[in-house]
């Protein structure tokens, strides 16, 4: 097929066009920025999706789209950026794509639209109710329903992934990874505490401050693990890939993640374990994460099943972690 890959020069966006390519197929990637390692055969058109125009005859000849270009914030000061790039910016692809070839949109959504940090039930499911607490979580309710309208007006088959948290193992134990960093390295965690106004965290690590040897072990004030799904990022971009060459129809939602949530105080352990690193246990409050999803539908509707589970993940953060002190990453 001609598949468009949004986000191409993404980290994601990157994964999913290497592996369409491997696979046979034509890719045209859509992103704002250059990629810093561009794929092979790739076509590369770069630009703001939200300047499309209707019927954009460079996308006349597609017939399948990964919608995975998107902006992640939590940060209410973003509310307009964030429309601009997840809802508008997705309207803008659907009307490019009209009266051309497409006949399948995937949609990179997130467990962001229930939210998952706070489920009315557990394990969380594609019937749990959409009731986002972020700008950005509403974005992703918006661009589903657009995705949504946009098959059913154009007869197209649609699908929503909603993602679970996603890691490249290699990210897991550098302490300056986005998300790594402060979920993982106490001398992160502190300066996030200290920026949040934290201070009964703060004080807890405040002796690690300047320490990126220590792991933390969080634990919850009442006795809930800290955990939450964490999918490796080749499994997630295996799982779009699937979704892009699937036989769906309609509209289906489906949550992409791993086979079971990781108890990330036990986590930090075996991480520290692998990687010769020390760890300190912290108490969080009874709102830290602590939820359970499942991928049922995905190996029901997609064959999806992940291929990295938390073992191996450990052994290629650790392994990534020595290749950077040793210089040779």
Known sequence: MHIAVTGASGRIGGTVAAELTARGHRVLGLDRVEPHTPVDGVDYRIGDLADLEPGDPALAGVEAVAHLGALMSWDPADADRLHHANVTATLRL?????????????????????????????????DHPRLPTTWYGLTKVLAEEAVAFGGRANGWATVALRFSHTQHPAELLDPDSFFSGPRFFASRR??????????????QLAPYAGDDR???????????????????????????VLAV??????????????????????????LAAEADLDTVEVTLPATAPSYVT????????????????????????????????????
């Open 94 to 126: 659907i009307r490019a794509l009209e009266g051309g070839r497409c006949k399948r949109f995937v949609l990179a959504s997130t467990g962001e639209v229930y939210p998952e940090n706070r489920p009315q039930y557990q394990p969380l499911d594609e």
């Open 190 to 203: 502190h300066r996030k505490a200290l920026a949040a106004g934290d201070t009964a965290l703060a004080d």
């Open 214 to 240: 220590t792991l933390l072990v969080a634990r919850r004030e009442d006795g809930a693990p800290v955990q939450m799904g964490i999918l490796a990022a080749a499994d997630l971009a295996h799982g779009v």
């Open 245 to 270: 060459e699937g036989d769906t129809t309609g509209h289906e939602v489906i949550g992409l993640g791993p086979d079971a949530s990781t108890d990330l105080g036990d986590f930090a352990l075996a």
């Open 294 to 329: 499942g991928n049922a539908k995905a190996r029901e509707l997609l064959g999806f099943a992940p291929r990295i589970d938390e073992e191996e993940m450990v052994r290629q953060a650790a392994e990534a972690h020595r290749r950077r002190n040793t210089g040779t990453a």
